[in-house]
C-alpha cells in the first residue's frame, strides 16, 4: 500500500529525487532573503528592472543611496535600493526623464553590453584577447559588435548556427544562466 502511494505521488507530483538545476538552485541560495523576486527564473523574457535584481544577487555591493535619488517608477517596486543600486555602480542607466523604465524589455544585445559593462568594471583586460569572428547577423560595424563577440568567445552567452539574434529576448532562465557565468569567472 505504501508503495502504491508513493507512486501515486510522483506520477501526481514529479519525482521528489529529481535533482535540481544548478542554475536555479543558486538563484534560489541566493534569493533566500529575497524570495518574493524569484519569478524571475519563470519569465519568458526579462525587462530592466530584472537584470537591476540580478546584478544586486550576483554581485552585492554596498551602496549608499537616498530615498529621494530613487526615481518614482521603482519605487513602487519590492526592493527599489536593490533596483537603484545598479545605477549608482554604473550599470544600468536613468533616461534623461529621470525614468528607470523597468518594464523595458532586455535583448540579447543589451544583454551583453550590460555583462561586458560589469566584466570590463571588474577586470578592465578581459576583452583584450578577442578577435573578430564570423556572426551572420551581426555585422561588424554594429556598435554592439565588441560585446557580442566577448560573451560568446569567454563561453557566457552563446551563437546558434553562427547566429546571434541580437534582437531576441532572453528569457528569466537564461540571464539567470549568464550571471551564474559571470560570477563562476571571479570565484
Avoid: W
Avoid at 554604473?90 to 535583448?107: C, L, R, S
Avoid at 544583454?111 to 577586470?123: G, H, P, R, S
Avoid at 557566457?156 to 532572453?170: A, L, R, W
Amino acid at each position: 500500500m505504501i508503495a502504491l502511494t508513493v507512486i501515486c505521488l510522483i506520477i501526481f507530483t514529479g519525482c521528489p529525487f529529481k535533482k535540481q538545476d544548478k542554475y536555479i538552485s543558486e538563484f534560489h541560495y541566493l534569493t533566500a532573503n529575497v524570495k518574493d523576486i524569484r519569478f524571475i527564473s519563470e519569465e519568458d523574457f526579462i525587462v530592466r528592472k530584472d537584470v537591476a535584481y540580478l546584478f544586486s544577487i550576483y554581485f552585492p555591493m554596498t551602496v549608499n543611496i537616498g530615498m529621494n535619488e530613487i526615481p518614482f517608477d521603482l519605487k513602487m517596486y519590492p526592493y527599489p535600493s536593490l533596483l537603484y543600486s545598479s545605477v549608482k555602480r554604473g550599470m544600468m542607466n536613468i533616461y534623461p526623464d529621470n525614468t528607470f523604465k523597468p518594464e523595458e524589455t532586455v535583448t540579447k544585445y543589451q544583454m551583453a553590453i550590460l555583462l561586458a559593462k560589469y566584466i570590463l568594471t571588474v577586470d578592465p583586460f578581459f576583452d583584450a584577447n578577442f578577435r573578430a569572428m564570423k556572426i551572420n547577423d551581426v555585422p561588424e560595424s554594429f556598435f554592439a559588435y565588441k560585446p557580442i563577440v566577448m560573451m560568446i568567445a569567454s563561453g557566457i552567452m552563446e551563437s546558434k548556427n553562427d547566429s546571434f539574434y541580437p534582437n531576441g529576448t532572453v528569457s528569466g532562465y537564461d540571464a539567470i544562466r549568464y550571471f551564474h557565468k559571470v560570477r563562476e569567472f571571479y570565484r
